[in-house]
């Protein structure tokens, strides 16, 4: 059974500061991998996606890794700004799913604070 | 383009009482998908559904919970005589196509029982 685990559970730092958020999966059999960014009472918004046979995605300031074989992705963000506060959630996608993206097996996510 | 509508956004309900939460997908999309947030706990499958057709309910409760999402009109996810471990939010998604089509959440809705 695919566990997904994300570290650190919050993150609290200063404007400007870079940061990295990270995710461990226990099954390297993913199609593919995604980041996600969840705003309090609000829906899901796709941040990155990687598919299994890529390392990396990057998308202005943010940037999703993927090491499929040891079961690791991190996101990197970039000159954080207080924007960017939200819940990171982490989401794989199991190889059997016939390149279905809908049976995502999700972390509890990275509550993350900038500071101004 | 409005997005995905979910409505109730909270929803408070008595054990043993039904909870009936609705989705209506985007424009254009006819592929939804229910997804259940237990409080500490990460986002879970639970149905996939088309017009008129349950596509994949591996992730549903055995009992008491039921979804459709009939031909005109919103997706209905109902659970039947709710307990207290059924407080959570139900978030749906939709697609315009099944297959790696990208995922749209609507806000969720927050269910409370009390």
């Known amino acids: 059974k695919q566990e997904v685990t994300q570290i650190p559970a919050a993150l609290s730092v200063p404007e400007g500061e870079n940061l990295v958020l990270n995710c461990s999966f226990t099954?390297?059999?993913?199609?593919?991998l995604q980041w996600f960014r969840q705003d309090p009472g609000k829906g899901l918004t796709s941040l990155l996606l990687i598919q299994s046979s890529q390392r990396e995605q990057t998308s202005g300031r943010l940037n999703a890794s993927l090491d499929k074989s040891s079961g690791r992705s991190t996101l990197y963000i970039a000159a954080s700004q207080p924007g960017d506060s939200a819940t990171y959630l982490c989401?794989?996608?199991?190889?059997?799913?016939?390149?279905?993206?809908?049976?995502?097996?999700f972390g509890k996510g990275t509550l993350l604070t900038v500071n101004p | 383009n409005a997005g995905v509508m979910q409505n109730p956004r909270h929803l408070v309900r008595r054990r043993g009482q039904e909870a009936r939460l609705r989705c209506s997908p985007m424009k254009g999309h006819s592929h939804v998908y229910w997804y259940r947030q237990l409080p500490e706990e990460g986002l879970k499958f639970m149905v996939y559904?088309?017009?008129?057709?349950?596509?994949?309910e591996s992730g549903m409760p055995k009992e008491r919970f039921s979804a459709e999402f009939p031909k005109e009109g919103p997706s209905i996810l109902r659970i039947q005589q709710v307990v207290r471990g059924d407080s959570a939010a139900y978030f749906c998604a939709s697609s315009p196509q099944g297959g790696n089509s990208p995922l749209h959440f609507g806000n969720g809705t927050r269910l409370t029982v009390t």
């Open positions: 099954d390297s059999a993913i199609y593919n």
């Open positions: 559904l088309q017009k008129e057709n349950i596509i994949d």
């Open positions: 989401a794989v996608t199991p190889e059997d799913s016939g390149g279905s993206n809908y049976k995502l097996t």
